[in-house]
Each structure stands twice: as structure tokens, then as C-alpha cells.
């Protein structure tokens, strides 16, 4: 059974990089059969999906994030990772990874990473 | 950006009820639609793909429909387990989206 776990800091400086990792263990992120995505949620708060991206490296952007968002994929570790860039206290959320395969939509989820974006 | 809207925001009931939530999309998602179940700390877990299948080791009394416009999740006999809050999504269309979410309380 897949299972997906977030790693980085918790706490981000406003304008600065958030830098967010997802490790894959119990299958391979090369598989054809699936995308990888970044989802967040504000604290009592609804979910946002922010990206995804295929184990050719093809990525698919919220609108919303796109000039400030960059998925990237190392299948050699198995591991994807999120960047976004000039945060700002809005971004402050827990951020999930999750599996996307074809018509079932994230099946698996990490258990997610609460990033706060404060001085 | 497709919007969902979902309704109640808020539901109480009681253990044995029968309990439905919808979700209207603002323009067609075909049967792209996905139901989850999120408990307070913890990653939202997938209930129904594709309007009315039922994911692997989900109770079959979780049920997804569609009429017209308007997507629907049915719990046929309320349990204690199923206080949580439920989210519709639709992947039809970039950007996926998610509706505001209905809490589901235990009277």
C-alpha cells in the first residue's frame, strides 16, 4: 500500500521560498499509471489544489499559483517537491501531497505539513 | 475556475438517519466528481470517484448520485464514525476545485 509523507520547514519568512518534499514508499512515483499533487488548507479552511506533475516531469498548474509555483519530480529518490516563492501570510496552511490516478482522484494523501509564513 | 458549491455548510442529525449533502458545479463536469471525508487533524479520505463509485474499504452506506446539475452524497443510516466534514471535488477542468465543505455533527 502507497504511502506519501511531507517533509520540510514549518516555518517561512514572508517573501521568501517555501520548499516542501513528498517521499513515496510502498510503490514507484515512476509508475505510468499515476500524478503527483500538492494540495493546501488553511487552518478551518476548505482545500486548494495547487499542482501536479508526472513522472515525465509534465506539470499542471493552479492558475491561481502558476508564476509563483514549481512541482519538480527525482524518481530516483521517489520523492517530488513543491516550491512556492514570495510567500506571504496567506500562504500560511498545511500543505498535503497526494496521489491522482485517471478517474480516481487522490486516493492517498500524506498526512500533511503545517507551514507557517511569519517573521 | 469551476466553483462548487455545496449545501448544508452545517448538518446534525442522529445516529440512524439517513443524511444527504450536494454539490451543484457552475458548469458541467460530465461525472468527474469526487466525495471525500476529513476528520479534524488528518488528510481527507476518498469516499466516491466518479459521481457514484464506491472506493475500496468504504462502507457501503456512503452513496454518490447525480440529478441534472446537482452531484449528492447519501449516508444511509447515520453512525457515530461519520462526524466529519465532507468536501465534493471536480476534475474535469484545470484547475480541480473543491466545494467550502459540509460539517457533519452527531445530535
Known amino acids: 500500500q502507497v504511502q506519501l509523507q511531507e517533509s520540510g520547514p514549518g516555518l517561512v519568512k514572508p517573501s521568501q521560498t517555501l520548499s516542501l518534499g513528498c517521499t513515496v514508499s510502498?510503490?514507484?512515483?515512476?509508475?505510468?499509471?499515476?500524478?503527483w499533487s500538492w494540495i493546501r488548507q488553511p487552518a478551518g479552511k476548505g482545500l486548494e489544489w495547487i499542482g501536479r506533475?508526472?513522472?515525465?516531469?509534465?506539470?499542471n498548474y493552479n492558475p491561481s499559483l502558476k508564476s509563483r509555483v514549481t512541482i519538480s519530480i527525482d524518481t530516483s529518490k521517489n520523492h517530488f517537491s513543491l516550491k512556492l516563492s514570495s510567500v506571504t501570510a496567506a500562504d500560511t496552511a498545511v500543505y498535503y501531497c497526494?496521489?491522482?490516478?485517471?478517474?480516481?482522484?487522490?486516493?492517498?494523501w500524506g498526512q500533511g505539513t503545517l507551514v507557517t509564513v511569519s517573521s | 475556475d469551476i466553483q462548487m458549491t455545496q449545501s448544508p455548510s452545517t448538518l446534525s442529525a442522529s445516529v440512524g438517519d439517513r443524511v444527504t449533502i450536494t454539490c451543484r458545479a457552475s458548469?458541467?463536469?460530465?461525472?468527474?466528481l469526487a466525495w471525500y471525508q476529513q476528520k479534524p487533524g488528518k488528510a481527507p479520505k476518498l469516499l466516491i470517484y466518479?459521481?457514484?463509485s464506491l472506493e475500496s474499504g468504504v462502507p457501503s452506506r456512503f452513496s454518490g448520485s447525480e440529478s441534472g446539475t446537482e452531484f449528492s452524497l447519501t449516508i444511509s443510516s447515520l453512525q457515530p464514525d461519520d462526524t466529519a466534514t465532507y468536501y465534493c471535488?471536480?476534475?474535469?477542468?484545470?484547475?480541480?476545485?473543491f466545494g467550502q465543505g459540509t460539517k457533519l455533527e452527531i445530535k
Open positions: 506533475i508526472y513522472t515525465s516531469g509534465n506539470t
Open positions: 458548469q458541467s463536469i460530465s461525472d468527474w
Open positions: 510502498g510503490g514507484s512515483i515512476s509508475s505510468r499509471t499515476y500524478y
Open positions: 466518479k459521481t457514484s
Open positions: 497526494a496521489r491522482d490516478y485517471s478517474d480516481r482522484p487522490f486516493d492517498s
Open positions: 471535488q471536480q476534475y474535469n477542468t484545470f484547475p480541480y476545485t
